[in-house]
T-cell receptor, first 121, second 113 residues
Framework: DAGITQSPRHKVTETGTPVTLRCHQTENHRYMYWYRQDPGHGLRLIHYSYGVKDTDKGEVSDGYSVSRSKTEDFLLTLESATSSQTSVYFC????????????????????FGPGTRLTVL | AQSVTQLGSHVSVSEGALVLLRCNYSSSVPPYLFWYVQYPNQGLQLLLKYTSAATLVKGINGFEAEFKKSETSFHLTKPSAHMSDAAEYFCAVVHYNNNDMRFGAGTRLTVKP
């Protein structure tokens, strides 16, 4: 358990309404991620953050925005929800790996939150 | 960009039988590879990871995977399936210098009594 919570856990909303999902961590990890999970697609990266106010786009970022004003919180916003955004959303964190003897940084695994099931009607 | 392909969206085995879940990756540089498991209505949990040390990686719950560069594969195995292994399994790949982890579509494992 990496101290990750997501809220809300379930949400039903109408097309065209704004929605914000929250990811909260308790261990001050630098890297945070938002994924969506859909049948047949596995998990796909929406946005990620590598520090406060430092974010970047992932594979499926269209229609989503993020903000990180504090280390512990990473918010995902759907400005105007569409039915295609019905999905299960997962937040993840990653600790920074040490530099190995060759000077290369290893890659620590990501730890995932419990998920938020979003339905857009 | 890197990618993974998981062969077989559903695998069914009998309790006590060998589990083999296949994962092939595509990457232009040495990758880091991961296997995650997801139980119903839960998040993903790490089973094991390959980060360029030993090519045979042992994970939790008796699972292991072997990195084979010549075959670009990272198949997951377990000698004897248990009913509690029924879940969905995801293979993932990432490069050391980026944050864009790519997941396979997943393989659902069913274990028959």
């Amino acid at each position: 358990d990496a101290g990750i919570t997501q809220s809300p856990r379930h949400k039903v909303t109408e097309t065209g309404t704004p929605v914000t999902l929250r990811c909260h961590q308790t261990e001050n990890h630098r890297y945070m991620y938002w994924y969506r999970q859909d049948p047949g697609h596995g998990l796909r990266l929406i946005h990620y953050s590598y520090g406060v106010k430092d974010t970047d786009k992932g594979e499926v970022s269209d229609g989503y925005s993020v903000s990180r004003s504090k280390t512990e919180d990473f918010l995902l916003t759907l400005e105007s929800a569409t039915s295609s955004q019905t999905s299960v959303y997962f937040c993840a964190i990653r600790t920074r790996a040490p530099i190995d003897a060759s000077g290369r940084s290893s890659y620590n695994e990501q730890f995932f939150g419990p998920g938020t099931r979003l339905t857009v009607l | 960009a890197q990618s993974v392909t998981q062969l077989g969206s559903h695998v069914s085995v009998s309790e006590g039988a060998l589990v083999l879940l296949r994962c092939n990756y595509s990457s232009s540089v040495p990758p880091y590879l991961f296997w995650y498991v997801q139980y119903p209505n839960q998040g993903l949990q790490l089973l094991l990871k390959y980060t360029s040390a030993a090519t045979l990686v042992k994970g939790i719950n008796g699972f292991e995977a072997e990195f084979k560069k010549s075959e670009t594969s990272f198949h997951l195995t377990k000698p004897s399936a248990h009913m509690s292994d029924a879940a969905e399994y995801f293979c993932a790949v990432v490069h050391y210098n980026n944050n864009d982890m790519r997941f396979g579509a997943g393989t659902r494992l069913t274990v028959k009594p």
